[in-house]
């Protein structure tokens, strides 16, 4: 989908414009050679907050490396050290609180989650349950294939 944006005193004005609204809100512009109002623009995927990050805010910005066109700019807020405490705390207490035997877990600042000592297995089929005594996973049995259910 084609997208275009207003430009005012050489700014990005408003939001992206699509092209088939374009054509009904201004059929007197040619797309082909756009006044110094409108530009092209490009959308730019919404990008995933890391971890520690809050508040994600879009902007408008000239594209690098194009004329003239204008592309999304995401900005993410990122957390303060009280935020980022309080943050870790919380899933170190709702661990512990789920899973009060599995004293062997640790806590991996890098991602704010518990970590088991032995990586859970890679497998397509199975399914495991975390032994704490034994420091291993173990299988979960399958369970049965029920014909009916596929009917």
């Not at 414009?17 to 730019?44: C, G, K, S, Y």
Request: aromatic share 14%; charged share 25%.
């Amino acid at each position: 989908m084609k997208l275009y944006i207003q430009i005012r005193d050489g700014q990005p004005y408003e939001h992206p414009i699509a092209e088939w609204n374009m054509r009904e809100a201004f059929p007197e512009i040619d797309l082909n050679n756009l006044p110094p109002t409108f530009a092209p623009f490009e959308r730019v995927n919404r990008p995933r907050l890391g971890v520690y990050e809050k508040e994600l805010n879009v902007t408008y910005s000239l594209k690098d490396g194009t004329a003239g066109t204008y592309t999304d700019v995401w900005t993410a807020t990122p957390m303060t050290a009280e935020e980022i405490a309080a943050k870790q705390q919380a899933v170190q207490d709702e661990f512990s609180a789920e899973y009060p035997t599995y004293v062997s877990w640790t806590f991996d600042e890098a991602t704010c989650s518990m970590v088991p000592p032995v990586a859970y297995p890679s497998s397509t089929t199975n399914r495991f349950t975390w032994n704490e005594e034994n420091q291993v996973w173990d299988a979960l049995p399958n369970p049965p294939f029920d014909s009916e259910e596929e009917s």
